[in-house]
C-alpha cells in the first residue's frame, strides 16, 4: 500500500506544481466574485443565481482538471521514460494503476475542498446560514462520481496514446452521461427497434454520473439527502470505479514497453 | 558459482501491425548467466538484441517464450527486482521532483525505512557530487547532473545487482570516469554489475566476463581474454564474431 501512496504522492505533487489549478481556481472565483457582485432586477433571491453559477463553475472545474490531469497520466510517463526506471523498481503495473488513480483522485478531493470552501464563504456572506452538512453532501456525492470519472479516463488512456484525444473523449462521454442520462430511457421508448433495445441497454450499462448532482438541493435549499442514499451511490461509484480500474490493469498489465 | 542473473532459450517476437507481414524476431532462443560478484559485459551491435534482453530483465517486454529470472525468480514478478538497481542510457525522471525527493520517493518503492532513507540520500547526494543542487528541480540540471542523478537512483536501494545500460554514453570524460569507479567500487563490495555497452576498450577495463550478441543469438561468452585469444584485441574479435567484413581497399 505505501507503494500506492509513494506514486499518488507524486501526482499530487505535480498537480500543485502546475498552473492548471490555479487558473481554473481563479477563474471560478473571479466569474462568482463577479456574478455576485451585481444584481439583475432588484432579485431578493439574487443568492440563488450567484450559487447556481458558482456551483456549475465548480463542476466544470472539477471535471477539467480531473480528466486532464488523469488523462495525462500514463502517456506523459511513456513519452518522457519515466515509466521505465519506476517499473524497473519491485512495482507491479497494477499498483502503478492503482497508484495514479489515487493521486489524481485526491488531488480532485483537495481541489473541490478548496472550492467548496470558497463557495461556503460567498454564499455565507450573503444568506448568513451555514448548511455545512449539506455542503460536505454535494461534495462527497461530487468526490464519488469523480472517482468513477478519473477510472474511466485512466482506463482511455491506456489505449489512446495522446492525453488530448483521451481527455477530448472522456469530456464528450462524462458531458453527454451528464445531459442525457436521465433522459435515455424516455428517449428509448419513443426509438423504433433495435435502436429501442440498444439505447436502454446502454440506459442500464453506462455509469449513471447524473445521479451524483446534488446542485439543486444546495441552490433551493432542499435539504440532504437521506443516507441510505448517499451509502448506495458511493457503493455504486466504488463498483463502477473497481470494473474501469480492472479494465485499465487488464490493458497495461500486457503492454510491450520498449525503451 | 551462484547464477544471479540467467536466461533460458528466451525468445522474443515482436508481433507486426502490418497484416500479412511477419513479425521481428529480437531474440533466438537466448541463454545467459551472470554469477554474483562478477562485472559482465554484454555487447553487440546496434539491434543485436541487447536492449530487448534488457527489456525482459526488466519486465518491460514479456518473453514469447523461453524464461528469464534474477535471483532465481521470474522477472515477470515484480519482487525478482527487489535487489537491482537500474540505470537507462538516458535521463527518464520527474523534472518537477528535485534530486531528494525523487531519491525519496524510490526509496518509498524500496520500502526503506525512514532513517535509512535520509542516510543513503545524504551519503549518495554526496557520492555524485549533488549535494548542492539537492532541493533544486531536475528540470533545471545539466545533462551530466541529470545523469548523476540517474546514478543515484539505481544505488539508492543498495543493490546486490546492478544493470546499467550504455552507462558512459553521452557523458564526458570525468562523468566516465567516475562511472568506471563506481563499478569498480561495487565491485569491490562483491556486487554484481550487468551493462551494455559500445565501448570495448572500457569493457576489456573492467569487466571479468563478456557475452557477444548479434541478430537475437549468442555469439561468445567468456572472460575477455578468452575472447580475444587469436586476435589483436577484443574488438578485432567483436568484428569477426558480427561477421564483419573490412573493406580490403580502405
Known sequence: MSKIFALAGVVIRELYRRKDFYVLFVLTALLTLAAGA???????????????????LIWVSALVIAIVTTARQIPAEREARTIFPLLAKPVSRAQVIAGKFLGCWLASGVALVVFYFFF??????????????????????????????IAMVLLGSIYFAAPSSTSTISLIVVVGILLLGTHLKVIALQQPEPLQSILTAAYFFMPHLEWYDLRDF??????????????????????????FLLLAWLGFRRKNLTT | MTAILQTQKLRVEYRSRELRQAGKVALRGLDLEVHAGEVFGFLGPNGAGKTTTMNVLLGFVPPTSGAASLFGIDVRQPIARQRIGYLPEL??????????????????????????????????????????????????YSKGMQQRVGLAQSLINNPDLLILDEPTSGLDPLGRMKVREIIQRLKEQGKTVFFSSHELGEVETICDRVAIVHQGELKAVGTVAGISAGHANLEQAFLKLVGFQPNPAS
Open chain 1, 218 to 243: 444546495v441552490v433551493y435549499d432542499m435539504g440532504r439527502v437521506p443516507v441510505r442514499a448517499v451509502a448506495l451511490a458511493t457503493v455504486y461509484a466504488a463498483v463502477w470505479t473497481w470494473i
Open chain 2, 91 to 140: 535521463t527518464y525522471y520527474y523534472k518537477f521532483l528535485t534530486a531528494e525527493e525523487l531519491l525519496r520517493f524510490y526509496a518509498k518503492i524500496f520500502g526503506l525505512a525512514r532513517a535509512e532513507t535520509d542516510r543513503r540520500i545524504a551519503s549518495l547526494l554526496k557520492l555524485v557530487e549533488l549535494e548542492s543542487a539537492a532541493k533544486r528541480p531536475i528540470r533545471s
Open chain 1, 38 to 56: 451585481v444584481n439583475f432586477f432588484h432579485d431578493d433571491k439574487i443568492v440563488r443565481y450567484v450559487k447556481d453559477i458558482c456551483l456549475l
Open chain 1, 120 to 149: 461556503a464563504v460567498i454564499t455565507g456572506s450573503k444568506e448568513h446560514l451555514w448548511p455545512w452538512a449539506v455542503y460536505l453532501e454535494a461534495g462527497w456525492m461530487q468526490w464519488a462520481m469523480l472517482a468513477i470519472v
